[in-house]
Nanobody, 125 residues
Framework: QVQLVESGGRLVQAGGSLRLSCAAS????????MGWFRQAPGKEREFVAA????????SYADSVKGRLTISRDNAKNTVYLQMNSLKPEDTAVYYC??????????????????WGQGTQVTVSS
């Protein structure tokens, strides 16, 4: 079993940048494909980005393509979400998640068995 802890969320102005981190403990991160999801107030949790176990494949929601980048450092047991050109609509709690189900990447939350507690990102206009 793996434990996940997100960090890096804060208040930022529109157009600014942030880097979120997700640190894993308990098991090596290379055993899991990883994803980032977000949930805004009054909305359902939505997929943001995902990365394969070795980092060779990634997938993004259309709303974040070209602005957000997912990466991982398995040696550091950490996954990152670089967020550039932030918009007010990016305001949400961001969660990282780990999927043990094979070597694919997944955009559906049901494939992720382990979740962090979330980190708040607020983008002011």
């Amino acid at each position: 079993q793996v434990q996940l802890v997100e960090s890096g969320g804060r208040l930022v102005q529109a157009g600014g940048s942030l880097r979120l981190s997700c640190a894993a403990s308990g098991r090596t991160l290379s055993s899991y494909s990883m994803g980032w999801f977000r949930q805004a107030p009054g909305k359902e949790r939505e997929f943001v980005a995902a990365i394969s176990r070795n980092g060779g494949s990634t997938s993004y929601a259309d709303s974040v393509k070209g602005r957000l980048t997912i990466s991982r450092d398995n040696a550091k047991n950490t996954v990152y979400l670089q967020m550039n050109s932030l918009k007010p609509e990016d305001t949400a709690v961001y969660y990282c998640a780990a999927s043990p189900w094979g070597g694919r990447i997944y955009i559906t939350a049901t494939y992720y068995d382990y979740w962090g507690q979330g980190t708040q990102v607020t983008v002011s206009s």
